[in-house]
């Protein structure tokens, strides 16, 4: 499985406090069953942010440390964009990193955020030529009840991705599920924080799926469309 969000890389945002930990988490998720992750820290326009230099550094130091140890897991960067004023010119500027370097870049909003504001900011992304994808899509509470919303963004060509903890358990359960079942959905991934509390976990929700759903369209989720992300070469 190949995870598209996920705070592995360390010392940057509320994830993975240090190395350790950031290793830990890549032994979780190895096991698991995720053979490739895109580490996603947040970019916030009204925050500091690490630039994509002192990033890659650090994935290359967490990469090392990984293959030492015979972890069989490949790493990518990107960010988690939170979407406001200013974040279109970062992205232009080179500040973010969109997904290995594709034209996908990974998008966040406010949970409270109006649904008009979340659509023109996928229609601005857009037409710079991002492909956004609406990072844990349950949470919105626009969204909650009207998974129309959600057609009409991915109507758009923008993607969804939700999270594999809100399948399972938690208050956004009913409606993640819901949008498994209109198959709604292009990415699950794990959104994973740390190695002891929201950890890079799969397995369960992957069992989940395929008890649940059809084959090719759990492949395509877990599997598949990420496979597109990290070959993309549109920018
Ligand atoms: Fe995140």
Request: charged content about 30%; some cysteine.
């Amino acid at each position: 499985m190949i995870d598209i969000h996920n705070h592995i890389l360390y010392g940057t945002d509320d994830g993975a406090a240090d190395l350790q930990e950031a290793v830990e988490m890549a032994q979780i998720a190895c096991r698991e069953g995720i053979t490739a992750i895109v580490a996603t820290p947040h970019f916030r326009i009204d925050r500091h942010n690490d630039s994509p230099e002192t990033l890659r550094t650090r994935l290359e130091e967490i990469r090392q440390a990984v293959k030492k140890l015979g972890i069989p897991l490949t790493l990518y960067l990107g960010h988690e964009l939170y979407y406001g004023d200013g974040a279109e010119e970062a992205l232009e500027e080179h500040r973010v990193c969109t997904m290995h370097g594709s034209a996908f870049i990974l998008v966040e909003f406010s949970p409270d955020e109006e649904y008009t504001y979340i659509r023109n900011a996928v229609d601005h992304l857009m037409g710079l030529g991002y492909l956004p994808i609406i990072a844990h899509a349950e949470r919105y509470r626009c969204m909650v009840n009207n998974p129309g919303y959600l057609w009409e963004l991915r109507n758009m060509g923008s993607k969804i991705q939700i999270n594999a903890a809100s399948v399972i358990s938690g208050p956004f359960r009913r409606f993640t599920r819901r949008l498994l079942d209109e198959e709604l959905v292009d990415y699950l991934a794990t959104d994973a924080h740390g190695s002891r509390e929201r950890k890079p976990e799969m397995k369960r929700c992957r069992a989940y799926l395929y008890r649940k759903y059809r084959r090719p369209y759990v492949d395509a989720i877990l599997v598949k469309n990420a496979g597109h992300i990290v070959k993309d070469k549109s920018l």
